[in-house]
């Protein structure tokens, strides 16, 4: 889609109101009762310049009265900032690429900073369609849980063989490691509430989706919502499945297995320095 069609599409967007009114019955009841709430979208992004405004042009800007867009333009070397500018989204720019992890957690940054209610994070390639908004939101409005994730494997989802199993082999991890399951682990299309929002901070540059299940599932409640996953129309994923595979591993051993054995010597060297503490009364 060309500048020219972006900057047309969006003026007609403003006169008609595009498809924002036959939304507004769906989202008045829970608006109604939410006047106040500050809801952020944010939308890591790097060299999407062909699929960013499609995504921007299907948000529904008004569906709440403080709805904040917020592109993470991630060192983009095309006309993704150009295409951001466009809209009327706020823009946070990293003066070089840093990963997905990266501008995902200066989003999130930016939102704990100044005091969202909900976050949601959603892929600039057009895959997370921004329909499933209302979905993602009004769990955490009800206060039901404060953490909800895409299921893409709900519905049926074309992908190849590889990328499911591993997909799967992740679910089992996250069932034998934590007891929790996840259907689609590896999704992106994720909502948090100010409370995860407020108590976690996150470290991972690339394998963020990974670090937010280990810190999240294991104390908060949540649920997954059925969604369907658009194809990307340009350009390719940057995910490379085996330095995923690696990364996941690697999380599993930051974020599982070290703090068991911290935990672990931590007991043994309490229990020791007490044995140490009772012998030498005993000497006295």
């Known amino acids: 889609m060309t500048l020219e069609n972006l900057i047309l599409k969006k003026s007609q967007k403003k006169i008609f109101g595009g498809k924002v009114p036959r939304e507004r019955n769906k989202f008045k009841e829970i608006e109604d009762k939410c006047t106040n709430l500050k809801i952020g979208v944010i939308i890591p992004a790097f060299n999407e310049e062909n699929n960013l405004g499609n995504v921007l042009s299907k948000i529904p800007y008004n569906i709440f009265k403080h709805l904040d867009v917020i592109v993470v333009n ?15 989204v706020l823009i946070l720019n990293h003066n070089k690429n840093r990963g997905n992890g990266a501008a995902t957690i200066t989003g999130l940054d ?13 892929d ?11 979905d993602f939101i009004s769990p ?11 299921n893409r494997f709900k519905n049926y989802y074309k992908s190849n063989k590889s990328k499911i199993f591993f997909s799967r082999l992740i679910t089992a991890f996250y069932f034998v490691l934590l ?7 590896t999704n992106g299309y994720r909502a948090l509430s100010s409370k995860c929002l407020s108590k976690l901070n996150f470290e991972s540059q690339y394998s963020i989706t990974q670090e937010m299940l280990f810190k999240i599932l294991p104390s908060y409640k949540y649920k997954e919502i059925p969604i369907i ?28 297995i070290l703090p068991k054995i911290s935990k672990l010597t931590s007991k043994i060297f309490k229990e020791t320095t007490r044995k140490k503490i009772r012998l030498s009364f005993l000497k006295t």
């Open 110 to 122: 930016y939102c704990k900073n100044n005091n969202y209610d909900i976050v949601i994070i959603l």
């Open 229 to 256: 996953v658009n194809q990307r129309e340009n350009g390719r994923s940057f995910i490379k499945m085996k330095n995923y595979l690696l990364k996941m591993i690697l999380m599993i051993l930051k974020f599982y």
């Open 124 to 134: 600039a390639d057009g895959q997370h369609d921004p329909k499933y908004l209302y």
């Open 74 to 88: 991630d060192g983009s070397t095309d006309k993704t900032a150009e295409i951001a500018r466009i809209f009327d």
């Open 179 to 185: 007891r929790k399951k996840v259907s689609d682990p």
């Open 140 to 150: 955490i409005i009800r206060n039901e849980v404060d953490f909800v994730i895409g």
